[in-house]
């Protein structure tokens, strides 16, 4: 559909009433002049980026205060890109003025390089980051829920969108796979996970 078809009054009002997909069809046309308006504003192509996504957001959140001029969001989009520039500024300043009144700090050794190599050199670590990395994403994914946040199993259903009971066959089917490809004994972290 060319912008000539597109139908802005009616996307609004679908994305008025919850309709993610006309929300994203006003995404895709006037994203480029928010971001456009951002930059001219910002200079830095990252920052435009980061308020053309909070302008966005807030006009989703908002969406029963946007109003359309003469059948089109984009003079809201634009002011509340000016606003969110602003805050973008006024935080930038905060910022700075407050790193500015923090002491300098003390020269210190960098210890990350001894710990990296600590680390990438346990056998043991290395094997289990390596079949885990095997693993299919699922299991990565109830491995990673399950035993290495703890989470409940309850909490991994409703993440995964799946029973307690399929999180729990699932868990333990990953952690057979886990340790058959590990060829050694896990380390106790893979011996745990919440109930």
């Known amino acids: 559909m060319s912008r000539a078809e597109f139908d802005e009054v009616e996307a609004w009002s679908k994305a008025r009433d919850g309709d ?44 029963d205060a946007v109003r359309l001029v003469n059948g089109s969001i984009i003079p809201w989009l634009l002011v509340t890109t000016n606003y969110t520039v602003r805050n973008h500024d006024r935080s930038i300043r905060r910022y700075r003025l407050a790193l500015a009144r923090l002491p300098r700090p003390t020269e210190q050794d960098d210890h990350a390089p001894d710990i990296d190599a600590s680390i ?21 994914d109830v491995i990673t829920l399950c035993v290495l946040e703890e989470l409940p199993l309850s909490e991994a259903a409703e993440v995964l969108g799946v029973p307690v009971g399929t999180v729990k066959s699932r868990l333990s089917r990953a952690r057979q796979r886990l340790a058959d490809l590990t060829t050694t004994t896990l380390p106790n972290i893979l011996e745990g996970g919440a109930e």
């Open 120 to 140: 990438d050199n346990d056998a043991d670590n290395k094997r289990v980051r390596d079949a885990f990395a095997r693993l299919t994403p699922r299991d990565q």
């Open 20 to 63: 993610g997909a006309a929300f994203a069809s006003l995404f895709d046309v006037h994203r480029d002049r928010v971001f456009g308006q951002a930059l001219r504003l910002l200079r830095h192509s990252h920052d435009a980026e980061d308020v053309t996504a909070i302008v966005f957001l807030e006009a989703w959140r908002r969406r």
